[in-house]
């Protein structure tokens, strides 16, 4: 379910985490357990039809749990609006970001 592109990236201070293609999985608690992350790059977008993008692509509510469980200060949210990916819009993954 985590993507293999993911990365951290270990600073003196704290740690910048490249989210990548993910769905929701629990995990993100245990990165949090060895990382201290500052800056969360996660992805909102791509995520309808849920049945079908759950274990690839994080809708805007998941992406903000784990942002929580990563315990990151900044969130910085990436791959949407660019151009339509699946059925869901990069203006309505924001704005459900926004409502959280």
Same mark, same amino acid.
């Given at each position: 379910m985590y993507s293999p592109g993911a990365s951290v990236t270990q600073g003196n201070s704290g740690a910048i985490h490249f989210v990548g293609e993910t769905g929701y999985f629990r995990g993100f608690q245990d990165i949090a357990k060895k990382f201290k992350i500052d800056i969360v790059l996660m992805p909102i977008g791509a995520y309808e039809p849920k049945w079908f993008m759950k274990d690839s692509h994080i809708n805007p509510e998941d992406a903000?749990?784990?942002?929580l469980e990563l315990e /990151? #200060?900044?969130?910085?949210?990436?791959?949407? /609006? #660019?151009?339509?990916l699946a059925d869901d819009t990069g203006p309505e993954a924001l704005a459900r970001l926004n409502t959280e």
């Open positions: 903000v749990k784990a942002f /990151g #200060t900044t969130f910085i949210p990436m791959h949407y /609006g #660019t151009y339509r």
